[in-house]
């Protein structure tokens, strides 16, 4: 069994300040890696998944993720956050092997970006 | 627009009554998924269907029911809703489990 744990509920920080997301997986066998983001009253869009290959996932919106095989983390990074980044953030993994093929996710970060 | 429409978008239920909540694709995608979303508990899984005529219990199936009409489209069925069904649900879809999923825009359910 998977299980995904997202180690800050509540993130703010100001505009135009670096943040990151932190996001730890735990799975006995190798997993796809996946970070969703939920604006207010709209459903999950997709951000940037991992697979395989390089470890430094490029995303939507100018976010970053880094893939930490012998620390299990799979971390949501951005350079400098705007107004506009205030929303959920969620992150996901699915097992390759499985026939579920479904994802199991964490319990949600809530980054506000304040003035 | 080409994505996963879920209706209805809003719904107020009394304790016992039952309810369809319908949710059809257009991207030809062949798995499709019901979660529910809980504050403080991210997304839960309730059933799946991994492609046309199969379902499958997620994780949080009891009090629930589907049915995957075809390829398109996949209704998730409360018999007798109970307050614990307050929740937002959300219908999802997937090409295969590289893609990551497609969501609609949720069905926000309060149960009185």
């Known amino acids: 069994a998977q299980s995904v744990t997202q180690l800050d509920s509540q993130v703010p920080v100001f505009e135009e300040a670096p943040v990151e997301l932190r996001c730890n997986y735990s799975?006995?066998?190798?997993?796809?890696l996946f970070w969703y983001v939920q604006y207010p009253n709209q459903g999950l869009q997709l951000l940037l998944k991992y697979l395989s290959g390089s470890t430094l996932v490029k995303g939507i919106n100018g976010f970053e993720a880094e893939f930490n095989k012998s620390q299990t983390s799979f971390h949501l990074r951005k350079p400098s956050v705007h107004i506009s980044d205030t929303a959920e953030y969620f992150c996901a993994v699915s097992d390759p092997s499985g026939s579920a093929r479904q994802l199991t996710f964490g319990s949600g970060t809530q980054l506000t970006v304040l003035p | 627009n080409a994505g996963v429409t879920q209706t209805p978008k809003f719904q107020v239920l009394k304790t016992g009554q039952s309810m369809t909540l319908q949710c059809a694709q257009d991207m030809n995608h062949n798995s499709m998924y019901w979660y529910r979303q809980d504050p403080g508990m991210g997304l839960r899984l309730i059933y799946y269907s991994a492609s046309e005529g199969t379902t499958d219990k997620g994780e949080v199936p009891n009090g629930y029911n589907v049915s995957r009409l075809n390829k398109r489209e996949f209704s998730l069925r409360l018999e007798s809703a109970a307050p614990s069904q307050t929740s937002v649900y959300f219908c999802?879809?997937?090409?295969?489990?590289?893609?990551?999923?497609?969501f609609g825009s949720g069905t926000r359910l309060t149960v009185v």
């Open positions: 999802a879809s997937s090409s295969g489990q590289t893609y990551g999923y497609t």
């Open positions: 799975s006995s066998v190798s997993v796809y």
